[in-house]
Every structure is written in C-alpha cells, then in structure tokens.
C-alpha cells in the first residue's frame, strides 16, 4: 500500500513561488510512476507534470511548461513540484498520485492508483 501526503501550498501573489512536496511511504513506491494533478472550483481535475520513466526529463501541461518544475528523490521518497511565475489561474487544490503500472498515458487520472489528499494554492491577482 502506498500512502501520499501533500504539503507546501498556500497564499502568494501572482508573479511569487512555490514548492509543494508529496511525501510517501510504502516499500514500492521506487517503482511506481507519479504526477502531479491540480482541479480548480468547477473544473475537471487535470495533469499538471510527470517525470519522464526513461528519461531525465518530464512532462509538463502546456499551461505551466517553463514555470513548472518537477523532480523525485528517492532516497527521501518525495517528489516535489516547483511553482514559478504563478497566475491567479493557476489557482486550484494540487494533488500527488501514483500508478503501479508503467502506461504512456501519463495524463489521465484514472490510471493512477493511489491520490493524495491534496494542499490549496491560491494565487492572488
């Protein structure tokens, strides 16, 4: 079992920074693919980034490609997400999930098995 726990969201204004970090515990988690997903008020949840499996690359949602920023330590077995240029938009509850199986869909949600509760960024304009 694989548990994830979100911290690191908060208050800024537009232009400010972020870092969220999704701490996990379970024996396997080194083998499990992650992401981080986002859904604002009203909206569909939606992908926001995901560590490239072969590469050490990643894959970013065009709205937050050149601001965002995400990596994985498995040593500490966290990933983090980093949040530059914020916009009142990007305004939403971000969540961290894992899936067991590798797929090439790493963008929607119902591949992944396990969710975090998720921390609020709010993005004053």
């Known amino acids: 079992q694989v548990q994830l726990v979100e911290s690191g969201g908060g208050l800024v204004q537009a232009g400010g920074s972020l870092r969220l970090s999704c701490a996990t515990s379970g024996r396997s988690f080194s083998t499990y693919d992650m992401a981080w997903f986002r859904q604002a008020p009203g909206k569909e949840r939606e992908f926001v980034a995901a560590?490239?499996?072969?590469?050490?690359?990643?894959n970013y949602a065009d709205s937050v490609k050149g601001r965002f920023t995400i990596s994985r330590d498995r040593a500490k077995n966290t990933v983090y997400l980093q949040m530059n240029i914020l916009k009142p938009e990007d305004t939403a509850v971000y969540c961290c999930?894992?899936?067991?199986?590798?797929?090439?869909?790493?963008?929607?949600?119902?591949?992944?098995?396990?969710w975090g509760q998720g921390t609020q960024v709010t993005v004053s304009s």
């Open positions: 999930a894992a899936k067991r199986y590798y797929s090439s869909d790493y963008e929607s949600p119902a591949m992944y098995d396990y």
């Open positions: 560590p490239s499996r072969s590469t050490i690359s990643a």
